[in-house]
């Protein structure tokens, strides 16, 4: 996992990530909260927040957020983007989930796009984690990807921004998704994110011993290469990801 910081960090000095501030795919995000959490204003912690945005469309929500980031410049972007917005419920920590602790526990711990970035010992051990952080009729809703959607994209090439582009491969060995990004002008800088895929029946068995366990799933989209179209929701066995809930057992 020696990766994540520095691969992040090119994401978004070449992503142009943070541009449109807070936009549907973050009011989506939140909306999430209500229908797979119920409709009480929760206290959530949020795991990789990256810049921020979902944090701020679940705070205006009403929801009380605990942002927790690893890179400086999306940690920034997100207390600037609130502090922009006039939004006080949000406490953003510039830190790794796997050091940081809380006084308190949550309603709610959330993981959108980002699970998987280490190994199955890792997530064990991540997830362990999040049990703990959890009230007892708390909920973790976490994205988690599928292997037969990185698989489909194996070979894909597609832009990420006016100097960007991306690569798509698949580990079959490993079920990873390798996703590997280089400016236009210099692909000898190529860093490649690498995601563990996990179908429902793997993450029942990552999930043993945890002390969580999967309650139920969203399907989330996918994008249709052939039409360069994307799809909001998709059938499981196409989708690019689902939403995990998973509760104490
Ligand atoms: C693919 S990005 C997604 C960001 C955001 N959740 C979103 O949906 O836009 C994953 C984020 O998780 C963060 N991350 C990964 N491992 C982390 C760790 N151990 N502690 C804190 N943040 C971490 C990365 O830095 C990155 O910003």
């Known amino acids: 996992m020696n990766w994540v910081e520095s691969v992040y960090s090119k994401h978004y000095e070449w992503g142009n990530l943070f541009a449109g501030g807070v936009v549907d795919y973050h009011h989506e995000k939140a909306a999430l909260v209500k ?8 206290r959530i912690l949020e795991l990789g927040s990256g810049g921020g945005q979902t944090a701020c469309a679940m705070a205006k929500l009403g929801h009380t957020v605990v942002a927790v980031e690893l890179v400086q410049g999306a940690h920034e972007n997100g207390r600037a983007l609130a502090k922009e917005l006039g939004i006080s419920n949000i406490e953003f920590i510039h830190g790794n989930f796997y050091n ?4 308190d526990r949550f309603d709610v711990v959330c993981y959108w796009d980002g699970f998987g970035v280490g190994t199955d010992e890792e997530q064990h051990k991540l997830l362990k984690r999040i049990d703990g952080w959890l009230k007892p009729e708390g909920c973790a809703l976490i994205d988690v990807y599928t292997p037969w959607y990185a698989s489909y994209t194996a070979g894909i090439e597609s832009p990420i921004s006016a100097i960007a582009t991306r ?9 990873r998704w390798l996703d590997s990004w ?8 190529m860093v490649t994110q690498s995601l563990r895929c996990y179908s429902p029946a ?24 052939q039409k360069g179209e994307y799809h909001e929701k998709a059938p ?14």
Do not use: H, N
């Open 167 to 175: 690569r798509y491969d698949f580990d079959a060995d490993q079920c």
């Open 182 to 189: 280089w400016p236009i002008e210099d692909k000898a800088q």
């Open 35 to 42: 229908q797979l959490a119920g409709p009480s204003k929760k």
């Open 236 to 249: 499981l066995k196409k989708a690019m990801y689902y939403t995990a809930k998973l509760i104490q057992e």
């Open 202 to 225: 793997d993450l029942r068995m990552l999930l043993q011993g945890t002390g969580l366990t999967l309650d139920r799933y969203e399907a989330g989209g996918a994008m249709d290469w």
């Open 100 to 103: 940081v602790d809380f006084s």
